[in-house]
C-alpha cells in the first residue's frame, strides 16, 4: 500500500479463547454472505457507488487500468520521489505483474471528461484465489505472510492506493473504504492486508511511530506476519513509555490512521523500500470490523433496492 493517502496485543496476554474469537465471527459470516448474495443477485456484481460528482467502482477496461496505473506513477515516482526503472520511465506508468491479475477499485470524477484525468483514486485488490493461480501475493517480497495463507479463510490484499493531491480529503477516502466493504462482502473476504508506507527510508527517523505502532497495534499470534529476516527492521527504536499518543498519530500518514480506527493491527518488523523510498509495514484487518462499520449502510441499501 504505497502512497501517502498512503495495525496493542501482547504475547502473554492473548489466549487461545481469544485467538479463536479473532479467528471466527458466525454471525459476522452470515451478515456478509445474506449481503453478498443480495448484492450479486439484484444488481449483478459491483456497482458503481456515488457520492457527488464521484463515484468509485471496479476498472472494466485495460484504458481505465492504465489510468490507475498513469495516477500511480504521478503520485509515486513524480511527486513521492521514487525511483523508476527505465521500462517505467518511457511508459510513465506504475506496472508490475500482479496488475494483470488484481482487480483494481477507481475513484472517478465524473465531472472531468472521460479518460487518464478523470481517475483521481485507486486501490489494487488481490484476492487468495487469485493469487494462488499466479503464483502468490506482493506482499510476500516484504514478510512471511505464512500464518495468512495457511489459514481456512478467504484473504484480500490491498495495496498501491493512491490518491491526486488536489482530491485528498475525506469524501474520496470514504468512498474508497465504501468500497472496499462492498468488494469484502461480495467476496465474502475474512481478512484484508498488506503493505502501508511511511514517507522515507531512515527508521530512525520515524522511530517514534514504528516504537508506537508496534506497542500499541502488534497483531495477535495467529495473525502476525513477519518481515523477512533479510529485510527485517526492529520496529522497537524508541522508549514507548515517553511517547506522546497524539503526536504520533499525527506523524502517521491519514490511511494508516484510517486501518488504525477499523481495529487493525500491524505485524512484526519494518521493510525499507529504497525505490519507493518508504519505509512499509504490515496492516491487517479483520473483515468483520469493516462489516460491523458498513452492515447497517449496506443493509439498508441493499433492502431498499429489493423494495
Known amino acids: 500500500m504505497t502512497g501517502n493517502t498512503a495495525h496493542k496485543t501482547s504475547d502473554s496476554l492473548v489466549s487461545v479463547q481469544q485467538d479463536d474469537r479473532l479467528l471466527s465471527s458466525e454471525a459476522t ?58 521500462k517505467a520511465l518511457r511508459a510513465r506508468r506504475d506496472i508490475d505483474p500482479f496488475d494483470e491479475a488484481a482487480d483494481h477499485l477507481l475513484v472517478i470524477d465524473h465531472d472531468r471528461s472521460p479518460g487518464i484525468e478523470s481517475v483521481v483514486g485507486t486501490y489494487r485488490l488481490l484476492r487468495s484465489d487469485v493469487a494462488a493461480r499466479i503464483g502468490g501475493f506482493y506482499s510476500a517480497s516484504e514478510y512471511d505472510i505464512s500464518c495468512l495463507t495457511d489459514f481456512p479463510g478467504r484473504l484480500l490484499e490491498v495495496g498501491r492506493s493512491c490518491v491526486a493531491p ?39 527517523k520515524l522511530k517514534d511511530e514504528l516504537t508506537w505502532l508496534y506497542h500499541n497495534h502488534l497483531a495477535p499470534p495467529v495473525l502476525r506476519v513477519k518481515a523477512l529476516p533479510e529485510r527485517y527492521v526492529d520496529m522497537r527504536r524508541a522508549d514507548p513509555a515517553l511517547l506522546d499518543r497524539r503526536q504520533c498519530l499525527s506523524k502517521l500518514p491519514p490511511l494508516i490512521k484510517g486501518y488504525l480506527r477499523l481495529g487493525g493491527y500491524v505485524g512484526d518488523g519494518a521493510v525499507v523500500d529504497q525505490q519507493f523510498n518508504t519505509t512499509d509495514v504490515a496492516i491487517l484487518v479483520k473483515s468483520e470490523l469493516l462489516a460491523d462499520k458498513y452492515y447497517r449502510h449496506y443493509e439498508r441499501r441493499l433492502r431498499d433496492a429489493l423494495d
Not at 60 to 65: F, L, M, R, V, Y
Open 29 to 86: 459470516r452470515r451478515k456478509m454472505d445474506t449481503l453478498a448474495t443480495l448484492a450479486l443477485d439484484r444488481e449483478g456484481g459491483f456497482q458503481e457507488l456515488r457520492g457527488g460528482s464521484l463515484g468509485v467502482r471496479i476498472a472494466k477496461t485495460e484504458a481505465e487500468i492504465d489510468a490507475a496505473q498513469a495516477l500511480r506513477y504521478r503520485v509515486f515516482f513524480e511527486e513521492m520521489g521514487a525511483r523508476p526503472d527505465e
Open 166 to 204: 488536489e482530491y485528498r480529503g475525506r469524501a474520496v477516502m470514504q468512498l474508497l473504504w465504501r468500497g472496499i466493504a462492498s468488494y469484502i462482502f461480495l467476496h465474502r473476504i475474512d481478512v484484508l492486508f498488506g503493505c502501508a508506507s511511511l514517507s522515507g527510508t531512515s527508521p530512525d
